[in-house]
C-alpha cells in the first residue's frame, strides 16, 4: 500500500468517523475505495487493519464528545451554585445613601454601616457698624458660620464627619443605632477640642407594635419638626435660628414611648412621650428634674409614599421624587423643665416650658414646611418671660430628583440674658431676621439627598430694643453631602 493512500485513507476516517455505531460498515466502504484506486486487492489483514482503525477513532471521538458534554454540565451547575443564595448564610446589599447591610440568613440580626461626609465653604459680610463697638453678633450664632468678633471671615469646614452603625439583633422587632462625630462643625466658639470624636445616638427600641414602641438611650428629643430631620435630609444646608434656639438639646439620655396608627395609604396618627435628662449630649442630671416631651402629628392623607408607616423624623425635607399624590403632615407638641440649666450662661436652673406648632406639604416637585414656637422662661427671680420664633420655608424641584431652588423666612424675637449684656443690657429685648435664597443639585436618582451640592446667600438683621447696636450681616455659603 502507498504511503499517499494511507494518509488520505486515516484523513477521512478521522474526518468522518463520529460514532460506533457505524464503524464496521465505515471501514469496508474505506477498503473498498481503497481497493478501487489502487487496482488492488486488498489482503484480509489490510481490511482489518482500516476496520480497527476506523473502530478506535470512533471510541476516541466519542469519549471527547463525552467529556466535553460533562464539562459543560459542571460549568452550568457551579454557576447556577455561585449565582444562589446559600441556603442558611448571610446577605450583603447596599444602595445609595443606604450604606453596606449585613443580614443574618435567619434574618434575625442585621448591622447596617454608612457614612456622613458633609464639607461647607462660607463667607461672613458683618455689618461695618459694629466697628468700633467690639461687640459680637447678637446671640444665637449662625450654625455653621465663623463669627469672629468685628471682623469680616472666609472659612472651609468639615461641617460633620459620622460614622453609623445600626440594625437589629434575635428579632426584627429590637432596633439599634450607634452614631458617632469626628468633627466639630467647623464652629470657633465651641468648647470640645478639635477632632474630637463624640457619641451622638446609642439607644435600642423594641416595636410591640406600630403603635406600641418603647426606646431608651442617647437620642434625638422628638420636640420640634426641623430640628428632629436628619442633617443630610435638610431643604437648606444649616436648620433655622427658630429651630435651634428654640428645640430642646437636639440629643438628650432619656426614655421615649411613641407609635403610629393607620395604614400608609389611609390617614395616621403618629404620637411620642419622652423623659430625658435635658442636659445635652452624653449629660447626666445633676437635680431631680426631668424634661419632658410630647408630641401628635397627623398625616390626612396617609404616608409619602403610601406604602409604609415611617415616623416623620425620618423622612426627608423638600419633594425631590416629585409626589404625584399629596402629602401633608400637621402637628405641634410641647417640652417642660422644671430646671433647666441650659437656658442662661450663669448655669443656674430656671423653669422653661416650650410649645411649637408645625407643618408640611409635598406635591409634584413642590415643597412648603413651617414651625411657630412659644418658650416661657421662668428665672428665679419670679418673672415670667415669654419668646417666640418661627420659620417658613419652600422649595420647588425644577428638574425632578435633580435641581432644586428653595427659599426661607426666619423670625426669632428674644428676652433673654444674653452673652453679650454687657452691650446689650442686663436684660435685653432683641429680634433677629434671616432671609434665606439657595439652590441644589443632586446626583443620585434613587436617593437624592444622599449625594448633593447646595449654595445659599443669608442676609441677617439684628436689632436690640432699647439699645443702638443694630446690625446687618450677609453670610455666602456652600456645602458639599456624601453619604455611604
Do not use: C
Amino acid at each position: 500500500m502507498s504511503r499517499l493512500p494511507q494518509l488520505t485513507l486515516f484523513a477521512l476516517i478521522l474526518g468522518l468517523a463520529g460514532t460506533a455505531a457505524g464503524q464496521q460498515g465505515l471501514g469496508e466502504t474505506f477498503a473498498e475505495i481503497l481497493e478501487r484506486q489502487t487496482g488492488k486487492k486488498l489482503t484480509p489483514e489490510d481490511r482489518q487493519k482500516l476496520i480497527d482503525a476506523a473502530q478506535r477513532e470512533a471510541q476516541q471521538n466519542q469519549l471527547r464528545q463525552t467529556s466535553n458534554d460533562e464539562l459543560d454540565a459542571e460549568l452550568k451547575a457551579l454557576r447556577a451554585a455561585l449565582a444562589a443564595e446559600p441556603e442558611g448564610g448571610a446577605k450583603i446589599s447596599t444602595g445609595p445613601g443606604k450604606g453596606f447591610t449585613l443580614l443574618s440568613g435567619d434574618e434575625n440580626f442585621s448591622l447596617n454601616l454608612g457614612a456622613l461626609i458633609q464639607i461647607q465653604a462660607s463667607y461672613t459680610d458683618l455689618d461695618n457698624n459694629r466697628e468700633g463697638h467690639g461687640a459680637p453678633p447678637i446671640p444665637p450664632y449662625p450654625t455653621g458660620t465663623t463669627y469672629g468678633g468685628n471682623q469680616d471671615t472666609s472659612n472651609w469646614a468639615v461641617r460633620r464627619a459620622r460614622i453609623l452603625m445600626q440594625g437589629h439583633a434575635f428579632d426584627p422587632k429590637f432596633t439599634y443605632k450607634l452614631q458617632f462625630e469626628a468633627s466639630n462643625g467647623g464652629q470657633v466658639d465651641q468648647t470640645a477640642p478639635d477632632n474630637n470624636v463624640g457619641l451622638l445616638d446609642a439607644w435600642v427600641n423594641y416595636e410591640f407594635d406600630p403603635a406600641l414602641n418603647v426606646a431608651a438611650g442617647q437620642m434625638k428629643s422628638p420636640f420640634g419638626l426641623q430640628s428632629t430631620h436628619l442633617a443630610w435630609r435638610l431643604q437648606t444646608i444649616e436648620r433655622s435660628q427658630a429651630s435651634n434656639f428654640f428645640a430642646p438639646p437636639p440629643r438628650q439620655i432619656g426614655g421615649l414611648l411613641w407609635g403610629m396608627f393607620g395604614d400608609p395609604d389611609a390617614p395616621v396618627i403618629e404620637y411620642s412621650v419622652g423623659a430625658f435628662n435635658g442636659e445635652g449630649v452624653g449629660a447626666t442630671n445633676d437635680e431631680t428634674g426631668q424634661q419632658f416631651v410630647a408630641t401628635l402629628r397627623v398625616e390626612p392623607f396617609g404616608e409619602e409614599d403610601r406604602k409604609k408607616l415611617a415616623p416623620t423624623w425620618m423622612q426627608a425635607e423638600g419633594d425631590p421624587m416629585h409626589l404625584e399624590d399629596p402629602y401633608l403632615m400637621i402637628g405641634g407638641g410641647g417640652s417642660y423643665d422644671s430646671d433647666d440649666t441650659n437656658a442662661q450662661t450663669s448655669g443656674r436652673g430656671v423653669e422653661l416650658s416650650r410649645a411649637n406648632i408645625e407643618g408640611q406639604f409635598k406635591m409634584m416637585g413642590f415643597s412648603l414646611q413651617g414651625e411657630y414656637f412659644w418658650e416661657w422662661w421662668n428665672p428665679a427671680d419670679g418673672t415670667t418671660r415669654l419668646n417666640k420664633g418661627y420659620y417658613g420655608q419652600l422649595g420647588y424641584f425644577i428638574l425632578p430628583s435633580e435641581f432644586e431652588v428653595y427659599g426661607r423666612y426666619d423670625h426669632i424675637d428674644i428676652s433673654r440674658t444674653a452673652l453679650s449684656s454687657q452691650y446689650y443690657g442686663a436684660n435685653p429685648t432683641y429680634e433677629i431676621d434671616e432671609y434665606t435664597l439657595g439652590l441644589g443639585y443632586f446626583f443620585s436618582p434613587d436617593n437624592p439627598h444622599a449625594w448633593k451640592i447646595q449654595a445659599e446667600y443669608v442676609y441677617r438683621q439684628s436689632e436690640a430694643l432699647g439699645a443702638t447696636l443694630d446690625f446687618d450681616d450677609q453670610i455666602f455659603r456652600a456645602m458639599l453631602t456624601f453619604v455611604l
